[in-house]
């Protein structure tokens, strides 16, 4: 199974977890969900992902891998994952 990203820009994103979240989130959540779904599925140093990724005031730490399995970033990490990406048999 392969996937194909939408490749959003950082305002769509933002936009989008504020209109599914109603902003019930703090904006240190919302960087690393988005962060870690730009370092996750750009394609290139030409995409929109990359670029947000490029300016993220979000930086991991140096054994993370994603975002935490326990906080509100992975709930908002999945929810961008199902709105921008389509998964291809």
């Known amino acids: ?3 194909r990203c939408n490749d ?3 305002t769509e994103m933002e936009k989008f977890l504020e209109e ?3 902003g019930q989130y703090d904006d240190f959540d919302s960087a690393e969900a988005i ?3 730009c370092s996750d599925y750009h394609s290139g140093q030409s995409s929109n992902l ?3 990724l490029s300016v993220s ?3 991991p730490s140096m054994s993370s891998t994603g975002p935490s399995s326990d906080g509100m970033a992975k709930e908002l990490y999945n929810a961008l ?3 921008f ?3 291809i048999d």
């Open 1 to 3: 199974m392969s996937y």
């Open 8 to 10: 959003p820009t950082g």
């Open 20 to 22: 599914r979240f109603n």
């Open 35 to 37: 962060y870690w779904f």
């Open 50 to 52: 990359y670029s947000v």
């Open 57 to 59: 005031d979000f930086s």
């Open 81 to 83: 994952v199902k709105k």
């Open 85 to 87: 990406v389509g998964l």
